[in-house]
T-cell receptor, first 114, second 111 residues
Framework: KAGVTQTPRYLIKTRGQQVTLSCSPISGHRSVSWYQQTPGQGLQFLFEYFSETQRNKGNFPGRFSGRQFSNSRSEMNVSTLELGDSALYLCASSPSDREGSEQYFGPGTRLTVT | GNSVTQMEGPVTLSEEAFLTINCTYTATGYPSLFWYVQYPGEGLQLLLK?????DKGSNKGFEATYRKETTSFHLEKGSVQVSDSAVYFC??????????FGRGTSLIVHP
């Protein structure tokens, strides 16, 4: 079974631009979560989607948004990019929304904002 | 809210040494507990988990026991290898609360 895939793997953008990242979960997984990983803040939860509905949201500004499609694929969007948005963005899928379900992570998208 | 505290790294060991990475947590109720591992250039992989108090999770020679009384879930391995060099994360899962990860502990194993 194929793992979680994320595209693109690397991205360079300029301040003020917007960016869309894509995630394809493991087949059959309906829950998709997004995380931001930086050396300073560690791994921080952005949001989780289950069956096209946002189930949980972390403490990030409204510039960060996401959505999930009927095939469980998910995208996240960051508008008006700032230098501090440079990070590794990780997507994780889970087979259910049951409490305590383990997550399967993709390799991440490395975003650099200049 | 929930929180996870794990020891600062890097932890530097020689091959075949004993490893302990401490993890304590604050949570409502008795959630499952996880250890994830991240190898360079990759995403996180689930290493082991425990779903209730006194459970011991184990995988690839790593072990961790869910201690409710000390709210801890320390990771141990009896004999580390160079290939174990990675960053290890202790985590509380999502569900009613957002998933919470520790800051990560970098392990460097020298031959």
């Amino acid at each position: 079974k194929a793992g979680v895939t994320q595209t693109p793997r690397y991205l360079i953008k300029t301040r003020g631009q917007q960016v869309t990242l894509s995630c394809s979960p493991i087949s059959g997984h309906r829950s998709v979560s997004w995380y931001q990983q930086t050396p300073g803040q560690g791994l921080q939860f952005l949001f989780e989607y289950f069956s096209e509905t946002q189930r949980n949201k972390g403490n990030f500004p409204g510039r960060f948004s996401g959505r999930q499609f009927s095939n469980s694929r998910s995208e996240m969007n960051v508008s008006t990019l700032e230098l501090g948005d440079s990070a590794l963005y990780l997507c994780a899928s889970s087979p259910s929304d049951r409490e305590g379900s383990e997550q399967y992570f993709g390799p991440g998208t490395r975003l650099t904002v200049t | 809210g929930n929180s996870v505290t794990q020891m600062e790294g890097p932890v530097t060991l020689s091959e075949e040494a004993f490893l302990t990475i401490n993890c304590t947590y604050t949570a409502t109720g008795y959630p499952s507990l996880f250890w994830y591992v991240q190898y360079p250039g990759e995403g996180l992989q689930l290493l082991l988990k425990a779903t209730k108090a006194d459970d011991k999770g184990s995988n690839k020679g790593f072990e961790a026991t869910y201690r409710k009384e000390t709210t801890s879930f320390h990771l141990e391995k009896g004999s580390v290898q160079v290939s174990d060099s990675a960053v290890y994360f202790c985590a509380l899962p999502g569900g009613s609360y957002i998933p919470t990860f520790g800051r990560g502990t970098s392990l460097i194993v020298h031959p």
